[in-house]
């Protein structure tokens, strides 16, 4: 059974960093890429970046630069360095495992689906 796993969120001041995990469990790492998106209230959910076995990125405009998504193949965890947090930032945070060939930024592509953690950037 494939399981994927977040933590890392919690309450930051503006400016501030944090580091999400994704653990993953489940035959899927391989033959798989993983990304992250987050869903802020009233909002739609948003791609932030997405990446893949051989290391490949892609990121969303609205994070580039402020972003780092990254994977540790042995670990089977996937993570996302954020920084210079803002307000905006806050929503919950869910990382995701879609099959390579996949449209990476359509959240409908995506097979798999942690429970989300919570991130809240304070102004």
């Known amino acids: 059974q494939v399981q994927l796993v977040e933590s890392g969120g919690g309450l930051v001041q503006t400016g501030h960093s944090l580091r999400l995990s994704c653990a993953v469990s489940g035959r899927i790492f391989g033959n798989y890429f993983l990304a992250w998106f987050r869903q802020a209230p009233g909002k739609e959910r948003q791609f932030l970046a997405a990446?893949?076995?051989?290391?490949?990125?892609e990121y969303a405009d609205s994070v580039k630069g402020r972003c780092t998504i990254s994977r540790d193949n042995a670990k089977n965890t996937m993570y996302l360095q954020m920084n210079n947090l803002k307000p905006e930032d806050t929503a919950i945070y869910y990382c995701?495992?879609?099959?390579?060939?996949?449209?990476?930024?359509?959240?409908?592509?995506?097979?798999?689906w942690g429970q989300g953690t919570q991130v809240t950037v304070s102004s």
């Open positions: 995701a495992a879609a099959q390579v060939g996949s449209s990476f930024r359509v959240g409908d592509a995506y097979e798999y």
């Open positions: 990446v893949w076995s051989a290391g490949d990125r």
